[in-house]
């Protein structure tokens, strides 16, 4: 009788939690914070300030937690500084909005990546390999990306007008309705689900009408465009994608025209508190805008606007707001 093999060995975990790791980060752990900053040739409390504004919590002094990478990225943004291609009063700015665009992104690809380890059901070892193939794939996908919005700010700001190059721009918000009564009747699958929905499809329509999603807010995106018509076409293709779903909850949205700063890629001023306002004015299913947006398309053949009776809202005692549709409606 041949011998039954002897059962392998359970994989050591903490073995494979360092591969998995080393794979991630490109390389093992071998420096404390004090080592990193010293062979990057930056003081210590300038390491701590990226460290942080990166959105990573304090490393005790002693914790070896630090790769060559680390030391790496630390000397590349001394070296930007000392040639004088990042400021270094915006430094710190820089480095949050990092840390704060990669975790979101970083999240989100984790938590797929989970998913599809759950539904092969791969051993340890095996999804390791996975991980290695996918990084370099996800990798220059993000390359290529970054490049095309690149490429695309850096067009319009060459071919925009004297009004674009002062930050003039139409912001809006489009919010879904009754959303706090949504959560507590959707289960939080079917809630990420109808999020997830909601920013893909508004995602397409801003992009499909010449504007820019700015950021997602839960139930809320916040987007800008270039001219009044592009904003206005953004709107009402909005209202009416939505319109045509029978399972998607309504819309209201609120659009400002005028003077924005832009800031790291996100949208400050007043022209932005108007449109938050005006969106919670809107009736479900409409669009608001403010005079300033009501004016530049006053005369355009394709919209139609009507006056509607002043509101009173946070920090504007006398809100005028405009209904916006199309000519033919």
């Given at each position: 009788?041949?011998?039954?093999?002897?059962?392998?060995?359970?994989?050591?975990?903490?073995?494979?939690?360092?591969?998995?790791?080393?794979?991630?980060?490109?390389?093992?752990?071998?420096?404390?914070?004090?080592?990193?900053?010293?062979?990057?040739?930056?003081?210590?409390?300038?390491?701590?300030?990226?460290?942080?504004?990166?959105?990573?919590?304090?490393?005790?002094?002693?914790?070896?937690?630090?790769?060559?990478?680390?030391?790496?990225?630390?000397?590349?943004?001394?070296?930007l500084?000392?040639?004088?291609?990042?400021?270094?009063?915006?430094?710190?700015?820089?480095?949050?909005?990092?840390?704060?665009?990669?975790?979101?992104?970083?999240?989100?690809?984790s938590?797929?990546?989970?998913?599809?380890?759950?539904?092969?059901?791969?051993?340890?070892?095996?999804?390791?390999?996975?991980?290695?193939?996918?990084?370099?794939?996800?990798?220059?996908?993000?390359?290529?990306?970054?490049?095309?919005?690149l490429?695309?700010?850096?067009?319009?700001?060459?071919?925009?007008?004297?009004?674009?190059?002062?930050?003039?721009?139409?912001?809006?918000?489009?919010?879904?309705?009754?959303?706090?009564?949504?959560?507590?009747?959707?289960?939080?699958?079917?809630?990420?689900?109808?999020?997830?929905?909601?920013?893909?499809?508004?995602?397409?329509?801003?992009?499909?009408?010449?504007?820019?999603?700015?950021?997602s807010?839960?139930?809320?995106v916040?987007?800008?465009?270039?001219?009044?018509?592009?904003?206005?076409?953004?709107?009402?293709?909005?209202?009416?994608?939505?319109?045509?779903?029978?399972?998607?909850?309504?819309?209201?949205?609120?659009?400002?025209?005028?003077?924005?700063?832009?800031?790291?890629?996100?949208?400050?001023?007043?022209?932005?508190?108007?449109?938050?306002?005006?969106?919670?004015?809107?009736?479900p299913?409409?669009?608001?805008?403010?005079?300033?947006?009501?004016?530049?398309?006053?005369?355009?053949?394709?919209?139609?606007?009507?006056?509607?009776?002043?509101?009173?809202?946070?920090?504007?005692a006398?809100?005028?707001?405009?209904?916006?549709?199309?000519?033919?409606?």
């Amino acid at each position: 009788m041949v011998p039954d093999p002897e059962p392998s060995a359970a994989p050591d975990l903490d073995s494979v939690q360092r591969q998995f790791e080393q794979t991630l980060l490109g390389g093992e752990r071998k420096f404390t914070r004090l080592e990193v900053s010293d062979r990057a040739g930056i003081s210590i409390e300038r390491a701590e300030q990226m460290w942080h504004a990166l959105g990573f919590a304090t490393v005790p002094d002693d914790e070896i937690a630090f790769t060559d990478g680390d030391v790496e990225a630390l000397r590349l943004v001394a070296a930007l500084e000392d040639d004088g291609f990042i400021d270094p009063s915006v430094e710190s700015s820089l480095a949050r909005k990092l840390g704060q665009t990669q975790s979101r992104l970083a999240s989100w690809q984790s938590a797929m990546f989970l998913d599809l380890l759950a539904e092969s059901k791969l051993p340890p070892n095996e999804a390791i390999e996975v991980a290695s193939l996918l990084l370099p794939a996800m990798e220059r996908l993000q390359t290529y990306v970054w490049r095309r919005h690149l490429a695309a700010a850096a067009g319009r700001l060459v071919a925009g007008s004297d009004e674009l190059a002062r930050g003039v721009r139409v912001i809006g918000f489009a919010d879904i309705v009754s959303y706090t009564r949504l959560t507590r009747r959707l289960s939080e699958v079917e809630l990420g689900q109808l999020i997830e929905r909601f920013e893909g499809l508004a995602a397409d329509v801003v992009a499909l009408h010449g504007g820019r999603v700015i950021k997602s807010i839960g139930d809320e995106v916040l987007f800008a465009a270039d001219h009044p018509a592009e904003g206005a076409a953004v709107a009402l293709a909005l209202q009416d994608r939505i319109s045509e779903l029978e399972d998607m909850p309504e819309l209201r949205i609120g659009m400002a025209y005028g003077s924005i700063l832009i800031r790291l890629g996100d949208v400050y001023g007043e022209v932005v508190n108007l449109a938050s306002r005006l969106t919670s004015e809107a009736k479900p299913g409409r669009v608001l805008v403010d005079r300033e947006m009501a004016a530049a398309l006053d005369g355009h053949p394709s919209y139609r606007l009507r006056r509607l009776r002043r509101v009173h809202v946070r920090g504007y005692a006398h809100l005028a707001p405009y209904a916006l549709q199309r000519a033919t409606d």
